[in-house]
C-alpha cells in the first residue's frame, strides 16, 4: 500500500509540473505574439484602434490624389511626344500649341487624357502610364484630327475620342510583341487607318496655287523652326521657338 501511495504522489506531481511547463510555454507564445508596424513592435492585443485606422488610411492615396497623379499622367503624355517626362514640360508644349491653334491644343490634351486613361482602365503597366508612355500616342491622334479631320469639332472630338482610346491596347499588344520601342507606330497606323476610311469621304477641297520662293537665308532659317513646330502639324515658326525651351 505505501508503495502504490508513493508511486501515484509521483504520477501527480509529475503531472502538476507537465501543466506548469505547458502553461508558461503558453504565456510566453502570447507574449510574442506581436505585430511589427514600421519599426515598432506592438501587442496585437493592446494596439489602438484609432492608430491602426491612421496607418491603413494613410496607405492608401486620397482621390484627390489619384486625380492629381492621372492629371500628371497626361501632362506627360504631352511632353512626351518630344521626349520630355516631366509636368512641366509637357504644360509648356500644350501652352505653345495654344498659341499657335488652340483647337489643336485642345484637341491633343484630349487625345492623351483619353488614352491615358483608357489605359488604367484596363489594367495597362502603372509606371508606363505614370510616364505618359501611354498618353503621346493619343495627343498625336488630336492633333491629327484637328489638322487632317472634319472641320466640323465635334467630329474632329470624336475622332479624337475614338482613336486616343484605340490607341492604349494597340500600345499593349506591340510592347508586348515587340523587342524594340513601338514610338509613334500606334499613331502612324491608327491615323493611317482613319484617314483611308473617311478621308474620301470629305471630298476633295479646293488646292491652293503653288509659288515659286527664292531660297533667302531668313527663310531658310524659318523653315528649319516650322520643320520642329510640324512635329504636332502646326504650321508656326514662333510655336517651334517656344517648344525649344523646355528641350533646352
Known sequence: MRLLWRSAGVVSSRGRRQRRAADSIFRRSEKSDTTTTGRVGVDV????????????????????????????????????????????????VLISLAIG???LATLAGCG?????????????????????????????????ASAFGSAYVPYAALATFVGACATAPLTHVLGK?????????????????????TRPLL?????AEST?????????????????????????????????????
Open 177 to 197: 510583341s515587340l523587342s524594340t520601342p513601338q514610338f509613334t507606330w500606334v499613331f502612324n497606323a491608327v491615323t493611317l487607318a482613319s484617314l483611308l476610311s
Open 112 to 144: 492623351s487624357f483619353f488614352s491615358t486613361t483608357t489605359a488604367r482602365l484596363f489594367g495597362g503597366d502603372e509606371e508606363m502610364i505614370r510616364s505618359g508612355l501611354y498618353g503621346y500616342n493619343g495627343a498625336l491622334i488630336g492633333c491629327a
Open 45 to 92: 492585443r493592446t494596439f489602438p484602434c484609432e492608430f491602426r485606422a491612421a496607418w491603413l488610411s494613410s496607405s492608401v492615396p486620397s482621390p484627390n490624389e489619384e486625380k492629381n497623379h492621372h492629371l500628371d499622367s497626361c501632362a506627360r503624355g504631352v511632353g512626351q511626344i518630344i521626349f520630355l517626362n516631366s509636368v512641366e514640360g509637357g504644360g509648356f
Open 212 to 248: 515659286d520662293i527664292i531660297a533667302t537665308t531668313p527663310i531658310v532659317l524659318e523653315s528649319s523652326f516650322v520643320g520642329v513646330s510640324q512635329i504636332f502639324l502646326v504650321d508656326s515658326p514662333v510655336i517651334a521657338r517656344l517648344k525649344g525651351f523646355p528641350l533646352g
Open 101 to 103: 491653334d488652340p483647337l
Open 203 to 207: 471630298g476633295s477641297g479646293a488646292s
